[in-house]
Nanobody, 116 residues
């Protein structure tokens, strides 16, 4: 049974930082491309950052330079370090694991609220 468990969400002030974690079980983590998505109320889910199994990364323009995605294959965990947070970063953040055309798994999501 595949599980992706996110943690680290919460309330943070504008300009603050937060680190999200997603720990996977039931998959050979090192073989999977991992991603962080987010969905704000009334908006479509969007890919925020991704890291390939080989380590290459990609970011949506709105977070480039502020967010950093990383992975620790020994811990089956992917991280999203979020700095200089803005109110528009408020969303539910979801972890995703993907391999090939058919293996695609989601976590349950963790709420990040940026507000003073």
């Amino acid at each position: 049974q595949v599980q992706l468990v996110e943690s680290g969400g919460g309330l943070v002030q504008p300009g603050g930082s937060r680190r999200l974690s997603c720990t996977a079980s039931g998959i050979i983590f090192s073989l999977y491309d991992m991603g962080w998505y987010r969905q704000a109320p009334g908006k479509q889910r969007e890919l925020v950052a991704s890291i390939r199994s080989g380590g290459s990364t990609n970011y949506v323009d709105s977070v480039r330079g502020r967010f950093t995605i990383s992975r620790d294959n020994a811990k089956n965990t992917v991280y999203l370090q979020m700095n200089s947070l803005k109110p528009e970063d408020t969303a539910v953040y979801y972890c995703n694991a993907k391999k090939g055309a058919y293996a695609n798994y989601w976590g349950q999501g963790t709420q990040v609220t940026v507000s003073s």
